[in-house]
């Protein structure tokens, strides 16, 4: 069964980090490009990180670049986002999101609050 479930999401207080994990399931998340996106409360899903399917490429949303890097770890077949200097418009669910050609995968999504 194919599967990807976001972990490390929370609350955390403005400056703060968190990391979240996206581990697969039932496919190998190298070979395919990687993607976090974001939620929040009355807006669109927004595209937050890219990672390239080859790994030799990132981009990032303007608001979070700077603070936000998307990695991959292939032996674990899990993906990352390390998010640092967090503030309150950071607060959404994140989602990760494997995509290649017409395989399309969506996480389920993790709360991250950032409040003090």
């Known amino acids: 069964q194919v599967q990807l479930v976001e972990s490390g999401g929370g609350l955390v207080q403005p400056g703060g980090s968190l990391r979240l994990s996206c581990a697969a399931s039932?496919?190998?998340?190298?070979?395919?490009?990687i993607n976090w996106y974001r939620q929040a409360p009355g807006k669109e899903r927004e595209l937050v990180a890219q990672?390239?399917?080859?790994?030799?490429?990132?981009n990032y949303t303007d608001s979070v670049k700077g603070r936000f890097t998307i990695s991959r770890d292939n032996a674990k077949n899990t993906v990352y986002l390390q998010m640092n200097s967090l503030k309150p418009e950071d607060t959404a669910v994140y989602y990760c999101n494997a995509r290649y050609v017409f395989r399309d995968y969506w996480g389920q999504g993790t709360q991250v609050t950032v409040s003090s």
């Open positions: 990672l390239t399917r080859t790994g030799g490429s990132t």
């Open positions: 039932g496919f190998t998340l190298n070979g395919y490009g």
